[in-house]
């Protein structure tokens, strides 16, 4: 082949290239146009969620309250604080202070609500008006939006804390499919990279979502990032995968197992739902499980296998934890769907909970003071035992209605 016929061929090729260029870019242009226009968090939740070694993605700390986020067209503000936490600046233990930790998922959090309005922020406000313990109680809302595995949440972040109650919110929808991503965060919570998060399969676009990569090429990876067109793409062949990873769940020994022990043996179930064995291990922790017994029976659909029944959700609500070292109860709060506006809680609904939490701690106020003896006496919480001596003998002493 001459030179002469070997510059033609390279011409040709870059002439047939154009073409491709010219649709590509405007495909491009037509993908940002459309994707921009139709998400509704669009300039409004980008730089909301951090990747973290441990838990993959978190609340990024230090939000302003100025910087509202906007759901269902419907524009709520956040404010965190220096941990993530959506709220203030939690301060060392004080004296006299029982110190309550609320976690849990988007409804903790408050996705849809004021700062003020989320059930952790509301229970705080209900005990202070009702004086339901002899001491000042303190909430801290450590709830997360998103895929977060709230168990190593507490255990990587919220147990220094030093909680002397942890309520945590959690569903009938035992096992989540949703919440699928150990097998991905496993290495990396075990073995943290060292060019964490270059080294994840995983990144936050500029709309706030949490984006996989399915390419292990650092040019495609990129590309994934900053083309819309090219991230659409691999959105739906990520999809396809998740569907059939979906399908297959359906017929998964250890799913319908786990359905299995949710239909037949709830209490099993709940502890297994709140892996009692790893937080007996922290300092004599009372644990007070939040169950939702009025799940909306759409959040059901999309969830392959068998479906629960209301049968097996009151099963399941009616059922107790084991006492051990944890306050023995379990919330039987009926959360409607007269709740949930424009696709979140209302304040309302986070109004309800605290309200049901506050009683069951009066409920069952003798174990709660009990607890907090303990914990007074191992120096865990520096609190008046006189006064604690005092409350529990009035409450031997006096009714229901405080009479004698």
């Known amino acids: 082949m001459t030179l002469g016929a070997l510059g033609r061929i390279v011409v040709v090729s870059l002439l047939g290239l154009v073409p491709a260029i010219i649709v590509l870019g405007a495909l491009e242009i037509a993908f940002r146009q459309r994707f921009e226009s139709e998400t509704l968090f669009q300039g409004a939740i980008q730089h909301f969620f951090v990747l973290d070694p441990i838990t993959l993605v978190e609340v990024r700390p230090n939000l302003s309250h100025d910087r509202p986020i906007i759901v269902g067209g419907k524009p709520f503000p956040v404010t965190t604080n220096a941990d993530g936490l959506r709220d203030r600046a939690v301060r060392e233990r004080r004296p006299d202070v029982v110190r309550v930790l ?19 922020a509301q229970l705080e406000q209900v005990l202070r008006e009702r004086k339901s313990l002899p001491f000042e109680v303190e909430v801290v809302n450590g709830g997360a939006n998103g895929l977060i595995d709230p168990f190593k949440r507490y255990l990587s972040r919220l147990s220094r804390y030093n909680p002397d ?7 009938a929808n035992f096992p989540s499919p949703a919440i699928d991503l150990d097998k991905d ?26 984006r996989r990569h399915i390419f292990d090429s650092p040019l495609l990876r990129q590309l ?9 793409i691999s959105v739906r062949v990520l999809r396809t995968h998740e ?12 799913w319908l197992r786990s359905v299995k022990l949710f239909h037949d043996q709830p209490i099993e179930a709940v502890n297994h739902i709140l892996n009692v064995d790893r937080f007996l291990a922290h300092d004599d922790v009372a644990f007070l499980a939040l169950l939702w017994r009025g799940v909306p029976e759409r959040w059901w659909q999309d969830i392959p296998g068998p479906t629960p029944n209301a049968k097996a959700v009151a099963n399941l609500a009616a059922a107790s934890v084991p006492a051990l070292d ?23 609904g986070n109004r309800l909970v605290a309200e049901s939490v506050a009683t069951l701690l009066e409920t069952h106020k003798d174990q709660v003071l009990a607890h907090l003896r303990r914990r007074a006496e191992r120096g865990l919480v520096e609190l008046d035992r006189e006064r604690l001596a005092a409350d529990s003998a009035r409450d031997v002493s006096t009714g229901e209605n405080g009479e004698r």
């Open 102 to 120: 609320a976690i849990g998922t988007s409804f903790t959090f408050g996705w849809g609500v004021g700062d003020d309005e989320s059930w952790p």
């Open 165 to 171: 109650i942890v309520v945590m919110e959690t569903r």
């Open 185 to 210: 965060r496993l290495d990396t919570y075990l073995n943290p990279v060292r060019d964490f998060p270059e080294g994840l399969p995983y990144y936050i676009d500029d709309n706030g979502y949490l």
């Open 224 to 232: 994934s990032r900053a083309s819309a067109l090219f991230r659409q």
């Open 243 to 254: 569907n059939r990873a979906q399908r297959d769940l359906a017929s998964d020994p250890e």
């Open 326 to 348: 944890l306050l023995p109860v379990l919330d039987r709060t009926v959360m409607p769907q007269a709740f949930i506006e424009d696709g979140h809680w209302s304040a309302a």
